[in-house]
């Protein structure tokens, strides 16, 4: 199985921060990644599909960048609405494994 | 709009099953996969597998082999996942999920997900 490791596991940030996610793949995934941000008793919600695309609807603050193994997310300008769980996913190879998530609170 | 609908809360005794369900709307049932994923008290998610509703095809996760079956019934527009054998480490919110690529076989990410169902597994 892809071992999918998220870091860092949480984080602290002030509004208006830029806050940014990584996510290593255990093995080349391509750009087969996807972002999710969940709040506490909600499903996952799809941001960002293919390493860097945005979902229709997703505001432009949110971003990712990355392929092979090693990938990026970032938040560019922290607003009380993003705080949320976020979790990585491959798609490259099942089974389908997530990243351990990170837990994005306010300072 | 498309909606995914699931069943309500389950709490079953170790070694029961239990069987949920996942009525969708707002779109071609056939054209699009139907995952489903976990996720424990305070945990991470967890994938569990893939079922085409097109042609019945599945991919269940090896560690769940033998004791998961998913269905769909096109005629009511609705996926199944049954889990057999319950163990207490099975208690989590039990997700279904649309793939967002139609025909995509299970190489997608989900962008609709149900609320999500409870099983509890208790004696």
């Known amino acids: 199985d892809i071992q999918m490791t998220q870091s860092p596991s949480s984080l602290s940030a002030s509004m208006g921060d830029r806050v940014t996610i990584t996510c290593q793949a255990s093995q080349d995934i391509k750009n087969d990644l996807t972002w999710y941000q969940q709040k506490p008793g909600k499903a996952p919600k799809l941001l960002l599909y293919d390493a860097s695309s945005l979902e229709p609807g997703v505001p432009s603050r949110f971003s990712g960048s990355g392929s092979g193994t090693h990938f990026t997310f970032t938040i560019s300008s922290l607003q009380p609405e993003d705080i949320a769980t976020y979790y990585c996913q491959q798609y490259n190879t099942v089974p389908l494994t997530f990243g351990g998530g990170t837990k994005v609170q306010i300072k | 709009q498309v909606q995914l609908v699931q069943s309500g809360a389950e709490l079953k005794k170790p070694g029961a099953s239990v069987k949920v369900s996942c009525k969708t709307s707002?779109?071609?049932?056939?054209?699009?996969?139907i995952s489903w994923v976990r996720q424990a008290p305070g945990q991470g998610l967890d994938w569990m597998g893939w079922i085409s509703p097109y042609n019945g095809n599945t991919n269940y996760a090896h560690k769940l082999q033998g004791r998961i079956t998913m269905t769909t019934d096109t005629s009511t527009s609705t996926a199944y996942m049954e889990l057999r054998s319950l163990r207490s480490d099975d208690t989590a919110v039990y997700y279904c999920?649309?793939?967002?690529?139609?025909?995509?076989?299970?190489?997608?990410?989900?962008?609709?997900w149900g609320q999500g169902t409870l099983v509890t597994v208790s004696s």
């Open positions: 707002g779109y071609t049932f056939n054209i699009y996969g």
């Open positions: 999920a649309r793939l967002r690529l139609p025909g995509s076989g299970y190489y997608s990410s989900y962008n609709y």
